[in-house]
């Protein structure tokens, strides 16, 4: 079990360093718009982002 969380972990480390490196002024911007965004919406996209990858992992697993 803790192999397969490390190697989770591992993944979205990797996922989240691509955009940064690939394009940084792009990221900034983004980052900066998400800043502007009200808590609401912001909860929300965290609401969908976790629902994502919940049905993800229930239809791999």
Known sequence: MWQDFFSALALMLVFEGIMPFLNPQHFRRGLLLAA????????GLGLAGMAVGVGILYVLR
């Open 36 to 43: 502007n965004l009200n808590d609401s919406t912001l909860r």
